[in-house]
């Protein structure tokens, strides 16, 4: 339950939610 957790941050885990944050860290997925 921890803010820092990648878990609890969803702009963090979802990439092809965001098609910005998927071009850019869709090369490492």
């Given at each position: 339950?921890?803010?820092?957790?990648?878990?609890?941050?969803?702009?963090?885990?979802?990439?092809?939610?965001?098609?910005?944050v998927n071009q850019?860290?869709?090369?490492?997925?």
């Open positions: 339950m921890s803010p820092e957790a990648p878990i609890t941050r969803p702009t963090q885990q979802p990439g092809p939610v965001k098609p910005g850019n860290r869709g090369s490492a997925v």
